[in-house]
Nanobody, 121 residues
């Protein structure tokens, strides 16, 4: 069994920073792409940032220059450093990873339970 667990969410004032962490555990052979999604009340879930197994990142336009995604392949972890936070960043943030498990062909997307980020104005 594979699971992803996020941490680091909380309440922060506008202009502040938070660092989200996501740990993957279980019978993992390898992890390909990893990413962070978010979902605000009344809106659809959107991709915030993604990072390839080789470390190449991509960001949605609204967070470019403010957020930074990184990963530690040896520890099966992915991070999201969030700076200059705005009220519109308020959402539940979800970790996502494409993981190959032992005795499985290819990869399957796994999701964390989510962590709440609230930015007060």
């Amino acid at each position: 069994q594979v699971q992803l667990v996020e941490s680091g969410g909380g309440l922060v004032q506008a202009g502040g920073s938070l660092r989200l962490s996501c740990a993957a555990s279980g019978n993992i052979v390898k992890i390909n792409d990893m990413g962070w999604y978010r979902q605000a009340p009344g809106k659809e879930r959107e991709l915030v940032a993604s990072i390839s197994s080789g470390g190449s990142p991509d960001y949605t336009d609204s967070v470019k220059g403010r957020f930074a995604i990184s990963r530690d392949n040896a520890k099966n972890m992915v991070y999201l450093q969030m700076n200059s936070l705005k009220s519109e960043d308020t959402a539940v943030y979800y970790c996502n990873a494409a993981i190959q498990r032992w005795r499985m062909i290819g990869t399957v997307d796994y999701w964390g339970q989510g962590t709440q980020v609230t930015v007060s104005s």
